[in-house]
């Protein structure tokens, strides 16, 4: 089931790569249903961005924003820093992080989707980003040394993994002591079960993949990071919620 997934994943992401390529659209209502999936009705993709955001950038990586937040704006970047986005899409995030950390800074974008990977290759050159670099790997094996990164971000992509202890642990192995996270994404209900979740949307909607907050609290916290917050942002479905998660690593 879980190569299964992650498949079904792969498949949906790439299918949108080859319509923004095509300029035919991602395949879906990106502003109005989210992680292109068809179950969220509220706002997501590239309307989370500030226009001056947006305006800054190809437009190619703004119409492949499929996200549920804009990590970027809560990760508090610096000059200098190297960041790495998961499940980095058409490059929005990455992008936008290049702009903060400037040319003595580095962002690393890492995607499991070939399609995805051109689309934002192509993205970096038209925005002539000389301090990025896209990675192909999953999640749950980061390709890059230990102590590496200073801040992770991602934007609703987590919950579309079927190891999140794994992504957990990889988060913590590639930052550097005193490192953060600042992510956004999907989560439930405390009260809701798996089953609830599934009733609610698809795997690949990110919605049935998603964990609860108390789960997202416990699987980094396992993880050796502390100073864990999940603060909602806006309904996706019934009880669940698009959210900001912040943590670090000890110093």
Do not use: W
Request: with cysteine; hydrophobic share 40%.
């Amino acid at each position: 089931m879980t190569t299964e997934l992650r498949d079904q994943v792969r498949e949906r992401y790439a299918e949108a790569a080859r319509g923004i390529a095509e300029g035919s659209g991602c395949g879906c209502d990106c502003e109005s249903i989210g992680c292109c999936g068809e179950e969220a009705t509220t706002l997501f993709g590239k309307g989370l961005y500030e226009p001056r955001q947006r305006g800054a950038l190809p437009e190619g990586a703004v119409s492949a924003s499929l996200g549920c937040g804009n990590p970027t704006a809560v990760a508090d970047l610096h000059e200098g820093e190297t960041v790495l986005d998961l499940g980095s899409g058409g490059g929005i995030d990455v992008l936008l992080s290049a702009r903060r950390v400037g040319p003595n800074g580095t962002v690393y974008g890492l995607d499991m989707t070939d399609e995805m990977l051109a689309l934002a290759r192509q993205n970096a050159r038209t925005a002539r980003a000389t301090n990025v670099h896209f990675l192909k790997g999953l999640i749950e094996a980061i390709p890059l040394p230990a102590e590496s990164v200073d801040v992770v971000i991602s934007n609703c992509v987590v919950n579309l993994s079927t190891d999140k202890a794994a992504v957990y642990g990889e988060i913590a192995r590639v930052l550097r002591p005193g490192g953060r996270v600042g992510i956004t994404d999907i989560v439930a209900d405390d009260g809701l079960s798996s089953a609830d979740r599934a009733e609610r949307g698809t795997y690949v909607g990110c919605i049935a993949g998603a964990l609860s907050e108390a789960e997202y609290r416990e699987g980094l916290s396992a993880a050796g990071l502390v100073d864990v917050e999940v603060t909602r942002t806006h309904g996706v479905a019934d009880g669940m919620h698009s959210a900001i998660v912040r943590a670090r690593k000890p110093a």
